[in-house]
């Protein structure tokens, strides 16, 4: 028998030898304070061990363990183990059973990295993006079935709708994006002229340009301009703002209260944004076209007479019609990606920047997506 004992009512361990298998009497305080013996006699019983059988190690005397303790014994019993020495506790009190289950020591492998070519990880990278496009294209499409389903039952029963809300949203969406909306609109219409006006001057064809800025902008310019900047406004604070509540578990909430989600937070957002969005597009075409009709006046030379008479022999009211015809279809589909990137946050501040981002790039592309596939609509059928 030989006794390893630190001072002080520290750890102590008893090493007995029965036919080939060892008994190690595990004694004393193993606890934090006494993390240096605790070390040591670790280290000692893996030297007086050496060559021996099975292991038996007897905790039934010991004072006090705490995690430290119990971390160390269980990596030596894992290091004897490895060595081809069997070893199991006995005799251990049920709080320091429990602790010796909950530290479950394990070892810190290296994980195996496997080789793999640039080429086949491009093409796993593509392969996993076109899959995830294909995801969120129809948790879109079934978001959609549920908006359409609320904004159905806000028709039968019309007092569950919350007309407040909708007020409210549309005095942030249209009311407070006019000025945003008109700078911007103007000073591109204002740019468009003056490129249009210097590249045609060369061909003596200056007056085409009201042409120019009145088509352009009436068909293509002013809605998209409009959508980018509800997309990156609107469209974000839709996704914060209920994002916010995913995180606080306040849409949980609506749900215990009795309460949909879509009705109360999704249906008023997006009507909102179907309204605001052909006015703010209005807004915008004259903006665009009084910008661009001072910058021919000062830089062109062509008055604000020639300007309209020109302008009304350019274009015609199904010139008009086909920007405002996209705005509520663009304002949809900004709507429910803000509002499903919104309800996809998760627990932390960083999930909720995330889906913000996606967010904004999202309906930024797929407005640009429904303009394309409007004005081939629009060319097939000669509009």
Do not use: C
Not at 32 to 48: K, N, S
Not at 205 to 232: H, K, Q, Y
């Amino acid at each position: 028998m030989a006794g390893i004992e630190a001072m002080n009512s520290g750890p102590a361990i008893t090493v007995e030898e029965h036919g080939g298998d060892v008994l190690l009497v595990v004694s004393g305080r193993w606890t934090a304070p006494h993390a240096a013996e605790v070390e040591r006699l670790a280290a000692m019983i893996l030297e007086a061990t050496r060559g021996g059988g099975s292991v038996r190690i007897d905790l039934a005397a010991v004072e006090r363990l705490d995690t430290l303790g119990a971390w160390v014994l269980d990596r030596t019993r894992h290091e004897l183990g490895d060595r081809g020495q069997p070893a199991d506790f006995v005799g251990a009190r049920p709080e320091h059973q429990t602790l010796l289950d909950e530290i479950a020591y394990r070892g810190f492998q290296e994980p195996t990295r496997v080789k793999t070519s640039r080429v086949v990880d491009f093409l796993a990278d593509v392969g996993r993006a076109v899959v995830d496009a294909g995801k969120d294209f129809v948790r879109g499409v079934s978001f959609l079935g549920e908006v359409m389903v609320a904004l159905f039952a806000v028709l039968i029963n019309p007092r569950r709708f919350r007309f407040p809300a909708l007020v409210h949203q549309l005095e942030f969406i249209a009311f407070r994006g006019v000025p945003i909306i008109a700078l911007i609109s103007f000073l591109v219409g204002a740019i468009v002229a003056q490129q249009g006006i210097f590249q045609l001057q060369r061909f003596g064809a200056t007056p085409f340009v009201v042409d120019l800025i009145g088509i352009l902008v009436l068909r293509e310019l002013a809605v998209l301009l409009t959508s980018i900047m509800i997309a990156g406004r609107s469209g974000s604070a839709f996704t914060a703002e209920i994002g916010s509540m995913k995180m606080r578990e306040e849409v949980d909430a609506l749900r215990v209260m009795g309460l949909d989600p879509v009705q109360v937070l999704i249906v008023p957002r997006i009507l909102a944004l179907i309204v605001s969005l052909p006015l703010l597009t209005f807004l915008s075409m004259m903006s665009a076209l009084l910008g661009g009709g001072l910058v021919s006046w000062f830089y062109g030379g062509i008055s604000p007479e020639i300007f309209l008479a020109r302008l009304q022999g350019a274009i015609a009211l199904s010139t008009f019609l086909v920007g405002i015809i996209k705005a509520p279809f663009m304002a949809l589909v900004i709507g429910l990606i803000a509002s499903l990137e919104g309800l996809a946050v998760q627990g932390s501040a960083e999930s909720l920047g995330r889906q913000v981002t996606s967010s904004v790039v999202k309906s930024i592309f797929m407005v640009i997506v429904v303009d394309g596939l409007f004005a081939m609509f629009f060319a097939a059928i000669n509009y």
